[in-house]
């Protein structure tokens, strides 16, 4: 069953991005679960991540949830919700470094 008329690169937020969220925001589990996310490789430092653009698919269009791409949405700039970026934890550790900063409307 498709419950979104978006292509792969829209995806639902994965327990590292629902935990962050709910560790730094109080955003409820259930309310993230509404959430989605586009994602581009990057670089920060000498480092590789991975930025991420969460936002509220409730608030765009068909159309421009049909073209939703990360370029299209952070330049549409509609919907926002957070941005940030997902950095790969060292071998030894647990987890990925996960940073994100809150761009709703306050």
Do not use: C
Not at 11 to 22: A, D, K, V
């Amino acid at each position: 069953m498709k419950l979104w008329p978006f292509g792969k690169q829209v995806q639902e937020l994965s327990r590292e991005l629902i935990l962050e969220l709910s560790r730094t925001f109080g955003v409820a589990s259930q309310d993230a679960a509404e959430m989605r996310y586009v994602s581009k490789r990057g670089r920060l430092g000498t480092g590789q991540v991975n930025r991420v653009f969460i936002f509220n698919p409730a608030v765009l269009s068909a159309a421009e949830l049909a073209s939703a791409s990360f370029e299209t949405l952070t330049a549409l700039n509609k919907g926002l919700l957070f941005t940030g970026h997902i950095m790969k934890g060292h071998e030894a550790s647990k987890g990925n470094l996960v940073v994100l900063y809150d761009k709703r409307a306050t």
